[in-house]
């Protein structure tokens, strides 16, 4: 990657392996490298092609009217709109482009992004709370049937009235923002995803300077009347309603404060739009609330579940059902209820071995990395059992200058609104006691806001000819995060088996992790503050 700088506008200069178009062949081979130029030379930012110290005849994408979709690992597809004045109207064109490696695509996907932004935004001014009237980030990758669902739920009352009453989660961003007092006294702060507002009001409490609450559902208008009914706090707060993607602020915040964590943490992709407003509203080295994301992650034995689920199925088992056959769908809807993942609150006792993690660092995380979200897995099991399947939880932290405060969603700390989550095999495997268990978690983003999630566990060889290795059993599942399974039940105390150990749990821990911390492989080994999970 290369930048030139000129006296009016600057250009950025990507080498490729090569580029095609999908209506012809690639462009011929050369001892000479691709070269892709944004520029705005022309008043308008727009990407092209050069090859042998000239441009491609043809290959110049508006950036104003395009989009850029991943193949794979180093391939992407850039969609534009041209004008055929032959026909006077417009057609999509495409554009395939392969890279030298993930890092320059991941960089490229992040340029083309900035630049169409710039392209957006050149030459206006647009007001406090003003929307731009061309197509969003958010409208390009999320469907608008979701969307409309997705704002819908958001706008209602009761679903807000259920978030407050979370005492862990509202309490918790409280403590942390009025322990943190020092970060907010006489800060403008941004509250991402506002909601009814209640995070503002906390940042007026601490001292913010101004807050602008940027909600685009119809909760703003709520947020705007709980916001007038405190006046001494509300006259230092501005709602917007709009997207963070669209809309515009008058002056740069030193704080953001979101509450962006769905199941899973993941789940509504709202942390992607958390990112997008850190990218846009932030200013450097400003502070964000939360600041960092931790999955864990730890296989789990529960053979009520498994039986429960499985159960589900034998409607379909039926040989005559009205004088009909049903069985012949049985396998489907076997697969079908394995295809959700479980969202309740197990008894910790329940895991096989010590948890692993997974972290984000909202901080440094580029949009394009919660695409796609590729764990390796590795366990080693502390007891003898069949493995169901994978549990998963989640903390944040809030990083203050004062105290730093994690809030989690383990089993056997206090229940919150977000629960656990499991992801069951059809097929469990057995271990022995310290037997390594492998795997991979690999969640894919799709346009309904949520992820599609393939999960293997494997079970290594154990025993006599360990040491030639090997895996000697698997088992695979398919699942979509967007329809989970919600089964909630309060933990149920379980018997431990004669051949079992029972797990010391989750002990609050007051640790303060710093972000420099995040870089040392030692936070994976840290227990998890305030309830996080420690199996000894």
Known sequence: MEVLAG?????????????????????????????????????????????????????????????????????????SVSSDSNKEKSYARGVTILFRNKEESRDFHSAFEQWQNEDVTQGTHLPNGAISDVKSKFDNKIEPSSAKMYFHYYAQLLHQQNMLQDYVRTGTYYAAVIENRADFTGRVVVDVGAGSGILSLFAAQAGAKHVYAVEASEMAEYARKLIAGNPSLGQRITVIKGKVEEVELPEKADILISEPMGTLLVNERMLESYIIARDRFLVPKGKMFPSVGRIHMAPFSDEYLFVEIANKALFWQQQNYYGVDLTALHGSAFQGYFSQPVVDAFDPRLLVSPPMSHVIDFNEAKEEDLYEIDIPLKFIASVGTRVHGLACWFDVLFNGSTVQRWLTTAPGAPTTHWYQIRCVLSQPIYVMAGQEITGRLHMVAHNAQSYTIYLTLSA?????????????????????????????????????AQDQQPHQLLQPQDI??????????????QPLENSGAQLQ
């Open 7 to 79: 006296q009016k506008h600057k250009h950025l200069e990507f080498t490729l392996v090569a580029v095609s178009e999908l209506s012809s062949s690639s462009v011929p081979p050369s001892s000479t490298p691709v070269i892709a130029r944004f520029s705005a030379d022309s008043g308008v930012a727009e990407l092209r092609f050069r090859q042998d110290s000239g441009f491609i005849d043809g290959f110049n994408v508006n950036l104003g009217t395009a989009q850029l979709f991943k193949l794979g690992p180093l391939k992407s597809l850039c969609i």
């Open 460 to 496: 290594k060889m154990w025993g006599p000819g360990v040491e030639q290795g090997g895996i000697i059993q698997s088992s695979s599942c398919k699942l979509d995060l967007k329809e989970p399974y919600y089964r909630m039940s309060q933990p149920q105390p379980y018997t431990t």
């Open 512 to 525: 303060p992790i710093h972000t420099n911390d995040l870089e040392e492989p030692k936070l994976l080994q």
